[in-house]
T-cell receptor, first 116, second 114 residues
């Protein structure tokens, strides 16, 4: 596709519900990243995939957060038993390889999650 | 752990003014530094990427400099326009941990008034 797309754009969940956020990276991009952006803050790294392999999940805040990319393209970030502190914008980014010196990550519009 | 700080947090200037946004980082072992723009409700748009071996990059009215040894970068915007109003984020890509991940500052919210 022309860019990174994410769905849904907005999600309201009741505390304790499970949610699934989808990311469609740019076609052919090897690397995919998830970031969490709280209100008034910069994005913070959550996890990183190279193709279908999850190479780094050090930023996932708890075991309620789970991400997958089973076929090396579309990725899903799942949050179980949502809490109010999970309210944030979740950004997805992709890049053609992910380790290059002059590598640009291309970001999607984000999913704004509000947990009530 | 890499920490990125941006000053000021918010800035309001009249149209036509030149301005400078500042970014500092604690660990100078970086691959590159990138400046992004974020509009409300939208994702991040890359403005300039400076490799660790470079001192500056220019694109149109934007000029970004990098002083890796002192852990500083500046984004210079010439002849500001109302359309420049947005949040500007700097981010560094480091050597430690996952080389590809970006560490962001908290951003500078810029408003350019008529």
């Amino acid at each position: 596709g022309a860019g990174v797309s994410q769905s849904p754009r907005y999600k309201v969940a009741k505390r304790g519900q499970d949610v699934a956020l989808r990311c469609d990276p740019i076609s052919g991009h090897v690397s995919l990243f998830w970031y969490q952006q709280a209100l008034g803050q910069g994005p913070e790294f959550l996890t990183y995939f190279q193709n279908e392999a999850q190479l780094d999940k050090s930023g996932l805040p708890s075991d309620r957060f789970f991400a997958e990319r089973p076929e090396g393209s579309v990725s899903t970030l799942k949050i179980q038993r949502t809490q109010q502190e999970d309210s944030a914008v979740y950004l997805c980014a992709s890049s053609s390889s992910g380790t290059g010196w002059a590598e640009t990550q291309y970001f999607g519009p984000g999913t704004r999650l509000l947990v009530l | 752990k890499q920490e990125v700080t941006q000053i000021p947090a918010a800035l309001s200037v009249p149209e036509g003014e030149n301005l400078v946004l500042n970014c500092s980082f604690t660990d100078s072992a970086i691959y590159n530094l990138q400046w992004f723009r974020q509009d409300p409700g939208k994702g991040l748009t890359s403005l300039l990427l400076i490799q660790s071996s470079q001192r500056e990059q220019t694109s149109g009215r934007l000029n970004a400099s990098l002083d890796k040894s002192s852990g500083r970068s500046t984004l210079y915007i010439a002849a500001s326009q109302p359309g420049d109003s947005a949040t500007y984020l700097c981010a560094v890509k480091g050597y430690t941990g996952t080389a590809s991940k970006l560490t962001f500052g908290t951003g500078t919210r810029l408003q350019v008034t008529l």
